[in-house]
């Protein structure tokens, strides 16, 4: 373990969501996309971006040439780096037309890639490395070494990589970059490694890069810093090929919450990072993915609602409020009286009384057995239902109807009605939806009502194919007290579901208010 100073006490976070990011299946960002992710990087407040790989498309010279530009008036473009190849300058050249001023050079961190993938002896690979160093060097460009699976190289033929490093370390790199490349370590192996590095070399500086191919990159990169390590190497949301790579919000709240040294990254941003990724990407995260999970802070079982209830017994250092976020309780068959009223205390609503609040478990619990999943934002029809209060339903979308064209925009008529008065609105849009949307909110205008933004819109669809079948909507609408409000439809037809989610949504916007 190296022995560490104050100043070694920041770990350099580097992101390479537009590098090694791009190797995920089916994702490439586009040149304006790789400049909108490079500023929320530095919202983020990351400290070294790698924003692309040399000679690789027009596309990505054209890219990684904006966020250059870009960095001149907003950033150090010295905190810019891109990867590049032995290969008799060419990559450097390239690196060096867009305005680059690092070079991450890929070499072979292990004797089988080496000598099998290079068919090269491993004097000459160090010879070749050592010329495309001095090349870049001499073409103005700070230099780091990517040593490809090092962690191989480390386990399996350690002399390989003593040599190389020895062979090397007279030259002007700043940093041996070590790789898992195949995501093949646990904790213990990285321990060894990095003694062994820091051993034979202890004045070099290293960053770690880690995959995640048996879920194992954030202990790994924990055990990392724990030994000492300068840097280590991110992505947003975890992209990257196969499992991905070390996922940057669980590395940075590990380092905060489980050791003495600290990163700069700003929590607040991770959520926002994580959704603008998704979108970008197309790729969605897990459900249950810490820290940017949709469900990570929602309880479900009554006894822990409960507890939470009465002394937040159930909360961890990972408090939603940390990431912009709240906690949430959900409702089914394992909720509790619990359950309910702290569901009703996050909908602002008064606590009911023991019968009636008997009478919505056993509801929420009846559902829950049909694998219906009831939403705080469900509570007050639940409630409604049961009192048999006429204003249940204040709002109707008594009908609709709306029609797509191959060559023209999708419009929509729709008949609302608002407390027994009926109103009619048409308009197009950029799909049915959005079509729907636009007639809903020209009818809303009549009664001086304002539509709440939308912020999400999916759809769920039974597996089988079969085109009868069920079409579940979840839409997610900012509400107007800032929070979110999550409403469903259920419908054989798609359209038919959203209108069910909106009127659910419109209703409970009108919870509680005093129209007379």
């Given at each position: 373990m190296k022995r560490l100073s104050a100043l070694d006490l920041h770990v350099e976070i580097l992101d390479t969501t537009l590098r090694d990011g791009e190797q995920t299946p089916g994702v490439s960002f586009t040149p304006k996309e790789k400049l909108d992710i490079a500023r929320m990087l530095r919202r983020l407040k990351v400290d070294r971006l790698e924003i692309g790989s040399a000679r690789v498309s027009e596309g990505e010279a054209e890219g990684?040439?904006?966020?250059?530009?870009?960095?001149?008036?907003?950033?150090?473009?010295?905190?810019?780096?891109?990867?590049?190849?032995?290969?008799?300058?060419?990559?450097?050249?390239?690196?060096?037309?867009?305005?680059?001023?690092?070079?991450?050079?890929?070499?072979?961190?292990?004797?089988?890639?080496?000598e099998i993938q290079l068919k090269k002896s491993p004097e000459r690979h160090f010879s070749d490395i050592r010329r495309e160093v001095e090349r870049a060097v001499g073409s103005g460009l700070k230099v780091n070494l990517y040593l490809e699976d090092w962690s191989s190289g480390v386990s399996d033929s350690f002399d390989y990589v003593l040599t190389m490093i020895n062979f090397l370390r007279d030259l002007p790199v700043a940093r041996f970059m070590l790789c898992d490349t195949l995501g093949k370590l646990n904790a213990a192996g990285v321990n060894s490694g990095l003694t062994l590095m820091f051993s034979a070399f202890p004045d070099l500086r290293y960053d770690f890069h880690g995959h995640n191919d048996y879920n194992m990159a954030c202990a790994n990169a924990l055990t990392a810093v724990e030994c000492g390590i300068s840097g280590i190497h991110c992505t947003i949301n975890g992209l990257g090929e196969r499992a991905g790579n070390l996922d940057i919000a669980q590395f940075a709240v590990a380092v905060k919450d489980f050791s003495n040294r600290q990163v700069r990254i700003v929590e607040k941003e991770l959520h926002h990072a994580s959704q603008l990724l998704e979108v970008l990407s197309g790729k969605r995260c897990a459900w249950n993915a810490p820290v940017i999970g949709s469900d990570v802070f929602t309880q479900t079982c009554g006894v822990h609602a409960d507890g939470d209830r009465k002394g937040d017994l159930y909360c961890n250092a990972l408090l939603p409020e940390r990431f912009v976020r709240q906690r949430d309780y959900a409702l089914g068959k394992l909720s509790g009286k619990a359950s309910i009223d702290r569901s009703l205390e996050v909908m602002g609503e008064e606590v009911i009384s023991q019968e009636l609040r008997e009478k919505v478990l056993n509801e929420v619990i009846r559902l829950g057995d049909r694998?219906?999943?009831?939403?705080?934002?469900?509570?007050?029809?639940?409630?409604?239902?049961?009192?048999?209060?006429?204003?249940?339903?204040?709002?109707?979308?008594?009908?609709?109807?709306?029609?797509?064209?191959?060559?023209?925009?999708?419009?929509?008529?729709?008949?609302?009605?608002?407390?027994?008065?009926?109103?009619?609105?048409?308009?197009?849009?950029?799909?049915?939806?959005?079509?729907?949307?636009?007639?809903?909110?020209?009818?809303?205008?009549?009664?001086?009502?304002v539509m709440p933004k939308l912020l999400d819109y999916q759809v769920r669809i039974p597996p089988g194919g079969r085109t009868d079948a069920l079409v579940e909507t979840t839409v997610t609408w900012k509400g107007p007290d800032g929070r979110n409000v999550i409403t469903t439809g259920v419908d054989s037809d798609q359209l038919v579901a959203a209108a069910v989610a909106t009127e659910k949504m419109l209703n409970l916007m009108l919870h509680g208010r005093n129209d007379g």
């Open positions: 990684v040439k904006k966020i250059l530009q870009w960095s001149e008036d907003h950033d150090n473009p010295e905190r810019l780096e891109m990867l590049g190849f032995v290969d008799g300058g060419r990559s450097v050249e390239w690196i060096r037309n867009a305005g680059g001023k690092v070079i991450n050079l890929l070499c072979k961190g292990s004797r089988n890639h080496c694998k219906k999943t009831v939403t705080a934002a469900d509570l007050p029809f639940i409630i409604s239902n049961i009192m048999r209060t006429p204003e249940a339903v204040r709002i109707r979308i008594v009908d609709f109807e709306t029609v797509s064209h191959r060559h023209g925009m999708p419009r929509s008529h729709v008949v609302l009605e608002f407390d027994g008065i009926r109103v009619e609105g048409t308009s197009t849009g950029d799909g049915g939806y959005d079509a729907l949307i636009k007639a809903i909110r020209k009818c809303l205008r009549e009664f001086g009502l």
